[in-house]
Each structure stands twice: as structure tokens, then as C-alpha cells.
């Protein structure tokens, strides 16, 4: 594969393989001045004031993605979104405007007779004319700036497709349309596609081991047993419907119970896989005992509040190694510790100051307010984790309220729904 200086070293390939083809055949002495091939926009081909030059210019005036390779391999990433399982290259069109320059009668038609007669019986860039084009000699290698001796390493003669050049057909419309966006007046032009470009990263990716059989090798004739067939719609592998906190309450708390259900959820060492990329947390937690085939539970850890991955790791019945169940998303909240309910004093000023013991402990970064009855009041950022908020609340109403935290969008619990009627819990405080 390409990296990605193969479109610089397309468009140098190109120039030098026009360059080389006027000089071959002589168009130099035929048009009896020098003739140069360029590589620069066409606004800037001509000098401003200045004496038009006998030159072929070649303009890279678009990109676009090829539509055959677009899709073609597997996505680079896992469905966490972590690990890297390979680089899928870019593949890329590449659209050349080639156009004639001269002062002379007729010498822009010449020119560009010769170049179209050399891109007609070269429709393919071979690996030899991309590494002769691109390798400088030693003479003139310390001469060249900086980004045409950097083209060597482009690795372009060595991706797995060649490179080829067909005629792109542009309408008179779509001409018009270039050469205005360009700002420049108008020369004799052949339009043309150099495909494909294949640009590939060369980031580290996770290698995956050969298969050695499908299913245990029977120890007697050493044949492995093959897929297992069975007459049912379900897959035989564990698999996580719902995940149910305790209480029917939207968002976990630290050492709460929370049910799984599913199938396929029963055998040995049975662990849930905790994950979260926001604090780099990756934590296996025992499941409970008493499990079925379709229910699972186990107790929230004491880790931060926020939204969580949530896999089960088990050792299927008959089975050696552990499989692993598909992730879900499961919400820890915030909850309020402090004995309640409450009692606070407003100072001289109508601030109240209201401290709260909470869990888990609050990190860095997070957003934390206090939700006193209707009204949101922010907690300053906090800098250490800390398990224990002090809230200024400024003209502080008196009355009863009903107290929450709100850490991260992630409310504590403020609503018995185990209750019939539901009812709120005793998260009270009177400010007076």
C-alpha cells in the first residue's frame, strides 16, 4: 500500500513521464524553443505581466473516493470502538486537467497532440516507470528540494494495484465551470482519471490466531466434532437482554443488585466485565450465586457514576473455554448518603450551605449540581475526588424541599417505586 505522498507521487510520475515523451520526440527543436511540463494551478502558470512560455501543465483539480474499493474491506475497529483490527486503505481518483501553454500559432494544438498521443499508449503506470520516475539519481538527489526527494518513500510501485489512466470527458458546461473557478483564461485541455490510489495507515492492528478445529477433538479419532446443530431460533452462545437495577430504578447505585436476563447465561465462573473509556476502567465482578440459563445478577462495585459496558464472561456446560456474551449499557448513578432528613440555617446573606455525603466518590471533570425541590444549583468543578459535596445555595428559599444530585446528567434516586402508589423517598431538607 501507499502512504500519503501517492498523490503528489502520481502527479510527478505524470509530469515526468510527459516530460520525457516531448523529449523524445524532439517537440522541442520541432516547435524551435524549449518546452517545459508543469505541475501548478492554472492561475499561476502564467506570469502576471509576464511572456507566456511554450509548457504542458498538469492540475490536479479533484479527489474522489473509488467507488470499487470503498467498501471492500472489514471495519478497523471492534465494536467498542478500542481495539484497532486492521487499516482499510483509502482508495482514491485522482483528476487531472492537462493543458497546452504557447505563444506561437498552433504550438498550444502541437503540444497537446503529443502529450494525449503519450497518455493514449501509456494506459498504465508500471511498477519500473513509478520507481524510475520517483528515484532521483545520486547526482542530483542533494539538489531537489526537501518534498520531491521524500516521494521516493511513497511506496507507490508497490501497492497491490497498478495505477491506470483513462480519459474523463468533461462537457463544455463543466469545462467553462473549471477554468472560472480557477480564474484564468482558457487554454487547450484534455481532462483524465489516474486510478486507483491506494493509501493504507501503517498503525499497529490486533492480529487474529488460525483456527485449529471447529468444536473438541474426540480423543479417539482425533477429529474435531464439527458444528453444532441444533433446532432453535436462538444463538447457542450467552446473550444479554435486559439489564433491570434494583428497585426499577432507571440508573444503578454502588451496591445495589442488578438483574440480567437473557439465555445461555449458565456455567461455571460466571463474571461481569465492566467497562467504561471515560475513566479507563475495565473491571470483572463476580456474578451472584443461584443463576439460571436466562437470569444473571451480581452488585454494582463502587466506581464512578456514569455509563457503563456491561458483558458476561462464562464457562459454558461441556465447553473449556469461556465465552463471552454481547455488551449492553448499564447506568450507575450517583446516591445521597447523608442521614436524612435535614435541617440547614441560612447565614445573614440568604445563603444556604447544605453538605452531603454521597457515593460513589465524585472525579475530576465531572459536572455535579444539586437539585433543591425544582431549582438546579451547580457545585463548583471539582478538582479531587471526594465523597462529600458542600453546596452554596445563594437566596435560598425556606421550606421543605426534596433533595437529588445530578452528576453527569445522572440523577440519584429520588422515587420508591417498589411502592404502591409511588412514593418519594425522605430525601428531605428544611431550610430556615
Known sequence: ????????????????????????????????????????????????????????????????????????????????????????????????????????????????????????????????????????????????????????????????????????????????????????????SAAYVATVVLIESTKLTRSTLPVLSRGPVDPVTKRDLGVAVQADLLPPFPTIQTVAPAGGQPAATVGAIVELSGHHLDGTNPTILLSNSRFAINQAVPAAGGGSSLAASFTVPAVPAGLYQLAMQVIRPSESDPRLSNAVALVIGPEITTPMPMAVVRDGTGVATIVLSVQPQIQPGQSVSLLLGTREVPVAPIAVATGTLNVQVPDAPTGEFLLRIRVDGIDSPIIDRAAVPPAFYNYRVTIT
Request: glycine residues 6%.
Open 1 to 188: 500500500m501507499s502512504t500519503a505522498l501517492a498523490i503528489a507521487g502520481v502527479t510527478a510520475v505524470l509530469r515526468d513521464l510527459l516530460n520525457d515523451g516531448l523529449i523524445n520526440h524532439n517537440v522541442s527543436g520541432l516547435l524551435g524553443s524549449t518546452v517545459t511540463v508543469s505541475a501548478l494551478p492554472p492561475d499561476r502558470v502564467v506570469p502576471v505581466n509576464g511572456t507566456e512560455s511554450t509548457q504542458l501543465n498538469l492540475f490536479l483539480h479533484q479527489v474522489t473516493f473509488n467507488t470499487g474499493w470503498r467498501n471492500h474491506a472489514l471495519p478497523s475497529r471492534d465494536g467498542s470502538g478500542m481495539q484497532r483490527l486492521s487499516n482499510p486503505p483509502l482508495a482514491l481518483d485522482l483528476h487531472y486537467l492537462l493543458s497546452a501553454y504557447s505563444a506561437e500559432e498552433l504550438g498550444s494544438e502541437i503540444l497537446l497532440g503529443y502529450a494525449m498521443q503519450l497518455l493514449h499508449e501509456v494506459p498504465v503506470l508500471d511498477r519500473q516507470a513509478i520507481t524510475t520516475a520517483l528515484t532521483p539519481s545520486p547526482s542530483v538527489d542533494t539538489t531537489l528540494p526537501p518534498a520531491l526527494r521524500a516521494l521516493a518513500e511513497c511506496g507507490l510501485a508497490d501497492q497491490v494495484e497498478q495505477i491506470k489512466l483513462v480519459p474523463d470527458p468533461l462537457s463544455s458546461e463543466e469545462m467553462s465551470k473549471l477554468w472560472t473557478a480557477v480564474q484564468s483564461h482558457y487554454r487547450p
